[in-house]
């Protein structure tokens, strides 16, 4: 049998995967390693953690980590095992608490994850040194960002290049309106690289589609997208164009990236009807008629609308199972029934998630029979051939010691 290397060697660029990076066991031991638990995945947002004692739980592949706000206002993260016998300390995903208690034999930690208390420990026994372990935690303008890993790639460009565009829509200052997962019978990447083409919006998505024009090939989109830039700046927004494979080939650095596409002509937001869903965020004054798409690092994938944005995450449970975790986030000050309605903010993306949930789980299907063999990307799947050669220098990379 080939090796992961030679596997990694033989992939024919502008080719979908083969069935081995979907089934391999030490293949997923690998991505674990290299892409899974070092690069950064979006955690949730700081609204999420407003007060003292808010905590919620975070949990991808094999690990699982408590966010907390601490007794200083900071936000740090901690990995959610006892330092005593290895039980999972907290079972809640979210709550607000002053300390975490094991379940297992009562060990209590503190906020700022230190061991608080152990019953009938020996003399000389050393609470100091068993604290929860700490897990590496950013916050990239309101957003909070994850690493199981002790030397995560640098954020220093991806912060800096992404300053701007996150300002338009003043990212820190929203809140999470709404949020539901999706789980998925599927390897994680087919989940990502299904978010990654819009080849098969006109197939699997009528009500997408009705409203987004990144279904169609982009020489088509070219006047809609014209009158869209000609729009941007009375409305407030500005133009950037940022490759996430561009970003991703320094060294050391998480790939980041950053565009903005025409929705088609009398539409301004992702919803039902097109028509605004919340109030205009930032400082925008009007609609432009485009929705913009944020992406750090291969998980986790923002869309900005001019009145909402929605977060994507997709994250591995096992090799054979995913979660996409959405987040609808609005301005900080709109105010629910008043501003916004739930079930309107999230119609679309959630009809279009659970269709997105079936074809995924048929090409998993497809996927594990003898008779698949890796297939040729279309003109309109650039991305995923890019996020696909983005996979695979990152399984190649040399393994960091952590
Ligand atoms: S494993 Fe947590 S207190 Fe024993
Ligand atoms: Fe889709």
């Not at 936000?75 to 002053?98: D, K, M, P, W, Y």
């Not at 090409?363 to 309109?380: D, E, L, Q, T, V």
Request: include cysteine.
């Amino acid at each position: 049998m080939r090796s992961i290397d030679e596997l990694i060697a033989d992939h024919r660029p502008g080719y979908s995967l083969a069935q081995r990076f979907y089934t391999d066991d030490a293949l997923y031991e690998r991505e674990l390693e290299r892409v899974i638990n070092r690069n950064w995945i979006m955690a949730g947002h700081v609204s999420e953690l407003a007060q003292e004692g808010d905590f919620k739980l975070f949990e991808v592949g094999r690990e699982s980590a408590i966010i907390v706000r601490g007794k200083d206002g900071a936000i740090g993260a901690f990995a959610n095992v006892c330092r005593h016998r290895g039980s999972v300390v907290c079972l809640e995903a979210r709550g607000n608490t002053q300390q975490f208690t094991c379940p297992y034999h009562g060990w209590k930690y503190g906020l700022d994850g230190r061991l608080l208390a152990a019953r009938a420990m020996p003399d000389g026994f050393d609470a100091e040194s068993h604290g929860l372990k700490p897990v590496a935690l950013e916050l990239v303008h309101g957003l909070i960002l994850l690493s199981f890993s002790a030397t995560p790639p640098s954020l220093a460009n991806c912060r800096k290049d992404l300053a701007e565009p996150m300002a338009l829509f003043d990212i820190e200052g929203l809140k999470v309106a709404a949020q539901k997962d999706y789980l998925i019978p599927a390897n994680w990447k087919l989940c990502v690289e299904n978010y990654q083409e819009c080849y098969h919006c006109a197939t699997a998505h009528p009500e997408y589609a009705r409203l987004h024009t990144l279904m169609l090939h982009p020489e088509q989109r070219r006047r809609v997208q014209q009158a869209m830039l000609d729009k941007m700046e009375p409305c407030g927004l500005k133009h950037f164009d940022i490759d996430f494979l561009d970003s991703n080939a320094r060294a050391g650095e998480i790939g980041y990236g950053y565009s903005r596409t025409a929705l088609f002509d009398g539409y301004v937001s992702g919803s039902e009807d097109g028509q605004a869903v919340a109030p205009l965020l930032g400082n925008l004054s009007d609609y432009d008629g485009g929705a913009s798409d944020f992406s750090f690092g291969g998980f986790s994938f923002l869309l900005a609308y001019s009145d909402h944005v929605v977060a994507y995450v997709f994250t591995p449970v096992d090799k054979n199972n995913s979660k996409c975790q959405i987040y609808w986030l609005v301005r900080g000050d709109a105010q629910e029934s008043k501003d916004y309605d739930v079930d309107r903010l999230t119609w679309l993306w959630d009809v279009t998630t659970q269709a997105d949930k079936t074809i995924i789980t048929n090409n998993a299907k497809g996927i594990h029979s003898k008779y698949y063999r890796p297939g040729p990307f279309s003109k309109m799947e650039r991305a995923e051939s890019n996020y696909v050669e983005w996979l695979l220098q990152e399984l190649a990379r040399p393994l960091a010691t952590d």
